[in-house]
């Protein structure tokens, strides 16, 4: 059931993290009085919380019980965030263990020490993959079995509806895409962005899918806390681009003129297989997999109108969104081609005159 009073302590696991940093920012502005505390892991990068006042940071492993139990104690509301988002790892296991079993902790916490509402971030990805032809709802089947980290989300996203039948108030959100500012991964969508920029002639492939700027995916969480039903999945998305779409925009914004091929999705195949088992030897994530071609294909196009009509969620201009992503990835040495860097400058130089 819908909020009813204002929370008092909020507890956000995987608070430095991309969508984490803009929920807690969003909830230091919409509840000053309540006291939020970051879970973080020891050595993670905190640049996204820099600036933010009256935060308690708690550094834990998600996978210690009693790091869990700390984190969780005197909390009436917990964002549940923390989780590997990633198409490939040296150790695959590796997100089994964070997204599923770690949330299998999360959740039981909760319950035990009976926290009054819970916000568990899922993925559209457990409903994605329909086809190019058909967006998905929050009534999709699952469809990217293939995928490690999508299925991971699947498991956890199951995992959250049982511990709501179990009578923990707890609403699920899906996110979409997430592109914005403080990407520091960056993640398999900031790298769409940050790797326009490294050749000579732009690709894209032939496909499509669901963007959410990143500040309204937050706000799309702390709408589902207000307002969201408990049990509910709610897909936080914006509108569905054409990975061609996504390129000639960000083009147009950093005024480049490149040719623009688009290719098949199958095309890069031999260049993912042969990069992905390179990766095995090196540790390194190849740029592509033959996992993340395979879906590229069933494309990940999304109907978010769930969370328009039940939360009120709202989405800003992609222009705006990827605007402030390249310049966000510019000032922090993501992108470094010269002509994008000089031209983000002269606009700020125009822009402090």
Known sequence: MPLSSS??????????????????????????????????????NLLNLNGVQGLELVA???LNPQDIKRAVAGCDVVFHLAAIYALWLPDMGLMDRVNVDGSRLVLEECLQQGVKRVVYTSSFAVFAGQGLDTACNERSTFALGNSHYSRTKYESHKLAER???????????????????????????????T??????????????????DVRDCAMGHVLALEKGRTGESYILGGENYTHEDIVRRALRITGLKRSLIVLPPDALKPAAWLLTALASITKKAP?????????????????ASKARHELGMTVRPIEETLR???????????ITDPAVVEHFRGHRMLAEA
């Not at 430095?16 to 973080?40: M, Q």
């Not at 179990?166 to 962005?193: E, H, N, Q, R, S």
């Not at 740029?287 to 109907?303: M, N, Q, S, W």
């Not at 402030?324 to 993501?334: K, L, M, Q, S, T």
């Open 324 to 334: 402030d992503a390249i310049a966000w990835f510019v000032e922090h040495g993501y």
């Open 195 to 212: 790797e326009l920029f490294r050749t000579p002639v732009a690709i894209a492939l032939a496909t499509e899918a669901n963007y959410v």
């Open 7 to 44: 929370p008092q302590q909020i507890l956000v696991t995987g608070g430095a993290g991309f969508i984490g940093s803009n929920v807690v920012k969003l909830l230091r502005r919409r509840y000053p009085e309540a006291r939020v505390r970051v879970l973080h892991l020891p050595r993670e």
């Open 287 to 303: 740029f592509t997999t033959p996992v993340e071609l395979d879906i590229t294909k069933k494309g990940l196009i999304a109907d």
């Open 163 to 193: 511990y709501a039948r179990k009578g923990l108030d707890v609403v699920i959100v899906c996110p979409a895409a997430p592109v914005g500012p403080g990407d520091v991964g960056p993640t398999p969508t900031g790298k769409i962005i």
């Open 60 to 62: 834990g492993d998600l």
